[in-house]
């Protein structure tokens, strides 16, 4: 299988030893191999059609949609991006090796509790200077099929691993869906309000109710109190109210798969110079 333009560019990147230099353009834009190129996830023909095969290919666009969530809401400036192709549309990429490299250690965490079968949304949160939680965009995906981590590999089928018919999600199909959600979170970004300077960035996992809290969360992760979890928490905003604004921005079902994905802005940036 050939790997995409995307993961060429990653790769490239973080083989650097150094800052990059050179235009924000320098960078792949060939034409993209997708479905063929893509995750490695299994699959048959190209049907996804393991567990493993597709939190791969979800933790995959989980890194496109964070880099473009970057690139459009500048947390980072945007010279420091490049251009390359995802799902044979036009993407950015943070070429800095280092954000590149968080990036993609982030992106490999979250996949790994998503094999434990526990999540329910994955969350970019974007927080002001001071720590406060300015915008969230989130990807409900407690709808995953969920079997025992070392049945992740076995043959996904109609509602049971071992028997019944077997099931898959087509990539032309699930990347076409992804392809349309990285336009739109690209889009939304003139419906939000402008973010003050010094902006930050963390990833946060709501999990399914009654599962226990990462096993490696005291290296990886730092754990909230289950009734502070919620968004409009005064432990979220820091604030006695914040007030929320959400904005839907698709539902996918491919196969499969299926999961909502939104934006929310808290009221919070109303309040903060900009």
Known sequence: MNHS??????????SQNAEPVGSPNDGVDAPLNDPAGGSGGQQLGDRLITVAGIVETFVEHVEVAIHTILYHREIYPR????ATRM???AVKMCRVPRVARYVRDVVEQVGQQLQEGNVK???IVILSENRHP????????????QVEKDRAHALLLHNN?????LVGTSLAELYEQFRALIMQISACSGKLGNLPENCTWTTSLELIEGSDAPKDHTRNWVVSERQKASWGSNAMTGLA?????SMPLRSIEAGAIGMDIWVEESNVKKKLPV
Not at 5 to 14: C, P, S
Not at 79 to 82: D, I
Not at 161 to 165: Q, T
Not at 241 to 245: A, I, P
């Open 5 to 14: 333009n995307w993961e060429q560019a990653v790769t490239e990147i973080l």
């Open 79 to 82: 010279e420091l991006f490049m």
């Open 87 to 89: 799902y044979n549309t």
């Open 121 to 123: 949304v994955v969350s």
């Open 134 to 145: 300015l915008e969230r965009f989130s990807f409900n995906v407690s709808s995953f099929p």
């Open 161 to 165: 691993v071992g028997e019944g018919e």
């Open 241 to 245: 109210s914040g007030g929320v604004k």
